[in-house]
């Protein structure tokens, strides 16, 4: 029998959950009001799995980190941790204008950027997605679009020309738990949403792209300069 070489990764990967485990453990650690968030989170928020978490939280920090963004856009606030992380990656004279239509969540939300160091970096809005960027007279360096699946394309149009040259959208679930490459429901909106909005980024010559299978997957654009 050939011997294996031990040097060689085995055929079998190791589950998910232990692979993530090891990730969480070699990475910075949670921050304190975000480990709060989270627990309050799942414990009082219907669909808790909406909110960012650990790895991610990180993710877009480092990215703030590497992008330097003077002015963010987050479309789809839900409890703010996403907002919060944003925040702490930006530098001094940076803001995010975080987006949501759940009023219930409002003051949830709010309390949460009040306890944080990186609050007089955010600024909440509340209200209809689409209607409320046309009301914001700014330009973005990165625009995090996390919100109603069925309206991704829209959220993209409506935003391109508010990006910066060599600006950064950064569009989270365009994986959406693997249903991208499985038969289509037609009734269910949401997959057909985002099958559309991934259907035509890859088509557009406006930008480079790249998906990272990160959580639910994650979309990376980047605006060509003209």
């Not at 920090?61 to 590497?66: A, T």
């Not at 910066?164 to 989270?172: L, P, R, S, T, V």
């Not at 980024?201 to 994650?218: F, H, S, W, Y």
């Amino acid at each position: 029998m050939k011997k294996q070489d031990k040097n060689v990764s085995p055929e079998k990967s190791p589950p998910q959950e232990d692979l993530e485990g090891y990730i969480l453990s070699h990475i910075d650690s949670e921050p304190d009001l975000l480990k709060k968030l989270n627990r309050d989170t799942y414990v009082n928020v219907l669909r808790p799995r909406m909110l960012s978490g650990h790895l991610q939280g990180r993710i877009l920090k480092m990215f703030c980190r590497m992008i330097r963004p003077t002015k963010v856009l987050e479309l789809g606030t839900f409890t703010g941790y996403s907002a919060l992380c944003i925040a702490e990656g930006l530098p001094e004279n940076g803001v995010v204008y975080t987006i949501d239509n759940n009023e219930e969540l409002e003051e949830f939300v709010g309390n949460y950027f009040e306890q944080s160091p990186y609050k007089n970096k955010i600024r909440q809005l509340t209200g209809d997605a689409l209607n409320t960027i046309k009301t914001l007279d700014e330009t973005f360096d990165l625009v995090f679009i996390d919100a109603d699946k069925r309206e991704y394309l829209q959220y993209y149009e409506a935003v391109f020309d508010k990006v910066n040259q060599g600006g950064f959208i950064i569009a989270d679930n365009t994986l959406w738990d693997g249903k991208v490459i499985e038969e289509i429901d037609p009734n269910d909106d949401q997959t057909i949403g985002i099958m559309s909005f991934n259907d035509f980024v890859a088509q557009d010559t406006r930008v480079e792209k790249v998906i990272i299978p990160l959580r639910d997957g994650m979309t990376i654009l980047q605006k060509k300069f003209c």
